[in-house]
């Protein structure tokens, strides 16, 4: 009897293997082609990062972006990002500039910038995630974190500033605002990651629960490097729960987005690739353990342009998927190019 249960136990995972397996079949390549300028979301006096697309009910297209003054250098992320709003009536744009919802508020946990910006919504009404950062006890002048924002990772308080970086969320019942903003981070560090708790993204399974994709530094290594620690929860407001090991610790991930696949029933996330000239796709059953997609690579860090020619830039990063009546239908990153930096988008 023993043996038999065992046999159907046996044949019942490797039919669960086929079929997961087999619903494995997103392929975010095929949104890549030749672009050209119309397809950028770029700015005179801002260095443009951090993408995230969202449509309303009257069908107008929001996109909720960071951005920080060029005067600043680009390095000003830490210490002088803001998270900007504009709309469009279509979704490949022209995007126009509203207003900047989110900055550095004096006194609270987000003090220092608003940046990593990811927008859902959720029973009619708005999530805006994002990362914010504090000097801690000590009341630094904006000429002083301009001098940080100028000398970059070098400047001996660099640390100070990066080390007390965490993820909150602000609600809205419209895309217009007010925003309310929490008094507490997301979370503080803990488990698999310590130091900082950055780049949040939360999306919601068939089965009601938040899954949230958070980074940090690996507490099992003695040299800083960046892990993504999986979380779960009953609320996108948390409190979320972090798995004890990494998400995927031994695939070099950053600026991760996540999404559930309504159609596949499974879950995606993109990625750039820290220290690799590539951006990648992993995916799960379940939210928590991930593996390599079956098309994992989705594309190089480079833009292939109308005329031709191969757009070369210092950095491709940012990866958002914005996916409408369960379809990805575009695609986009925030790119840096010598002294610009602006939002790319692929659509089919």
């Known amino acids: 009897?023993?043996?038999?249960?065992?046999?159907?136990?046996?044949?019942?995972?490797?039919?669960?293997?086929?079929?997961?397996?087999?619903?494995?079949?997103?392929?975010?390549?095929?949104?890549?082609?030749?672009?050209d300028s119309t397809a950028?979301?770029?700015d005179a006096g801002y260095y443009n990062w951090c993408n995230s697309f969202i449509k309303d009910d009257s069908g107008t297209y929001h996109l909720f972006y960071s951005r920080w003054p060029k005067s600043l250098g680009f390095t000003a992320w830490l210490t002088h990002s803001e998270i900007a709003h504009a709309t469009a009536s279509r979704l490949e744009?022209?995007?126009?500039?509203?207003?900047?919802v989110l900055k550095g508020r004096a006194g609270f946990w987000d003090a220092v910038?608003?940046?990593?910006?990811?927008v859902r919504c959720w029973n009619n009404q708005y999530y805006l995630y994002y990362t914010s950062t504090n000097?801690?006890?000590?009341?630094?002048?904006d000429s002083f974190l301009q001098?940080?924002?100028?000398?970059?990772?070098?400047?001996?308080?660099?640390?100070?500033?990066?080390?007390?970086q965490r993820a909150g969320v602000a609600v809205a019942s419209s895309l217009n605002g007010p925003w309310k903003r929490p008094d507490h981070p997301l979370l503080e560090p803990y488990g698999p990651i310590e130091h900082v708790a950055v780049n949040p993204s939360v999306c919601q399974g068939e089965d009601g629960k938040f899954v949230l994709i958070i980074k940090g530094d690996d507490v099992r290594s003695e040299k800083r490097r960046l892990i993504q620690a999986v979380g779960t929860g009953t609320s996108p407001l948390g409190p979320f729960r972090l798995n004890d090991q990494p998400a995927f610790a031994d695939i070099p991930t950053e600026d991760v987005f996540v999404w559930f696949d309504t159609t596949r029933k499974r879950y995606y996330a993109i990625f750039h690739a820290h220290g690799g000239d590539f951006i990648g796709l992993i995916t799960s059953v379940d939210g928590i353990h991930w593996e390599k997609a079956k098309h994992y690579e989705v594309c190089k860090k480079q833009i292939p342009l109308k005329d031709g020619s191969i757009m070369k830039v210092d950095n491709m990063e940012r990866p958002f998927v914005y996916v409408e009546n369960g379809k990805p239908v575009m695609l986009s990153f925030a790119?840096?190019?010598?002294?610009?930096?602006?939002?790319?988008?692929?659509?089919?």
Not at 2 to 27: E, M, R, Y
Not at 113 to 118: D, E, L, M
Not at 147 to 164: I, K, T
């Open 335 to 348: 790119v840096k190019k010598g002294a610009d930096s602006f939002i790319v988008m692929f659509t089919k």
């Open 93 to 100: 744009g022209p995007y126009q500039y509203q207003e900047t």
């Open 40 to 42: 950028f979301i770029r």
């Open 147 to 164: 001098e940080v924002a100028r000398v970059g990772y070098s400047h001996e308080r660099w640390n100070d500033l990066r080390n007390h």
């Open 135 to 141: 000097s801690g006890t000590e009341n630094w002048s």
């Open 1 to 35: 009897m023993k043996k038999i249960v065992f046999v159907f136990i046996f044949l019942g995972s490797l039919v669960f293997q086929s079929w997961a397996q087999s619903t494995d079949d997103l392929d975010l390549s095929t949104f890549i082609h030749p672009i």
């Open 113 to 118: 910038t608003a940046h990593n910006v990811q």
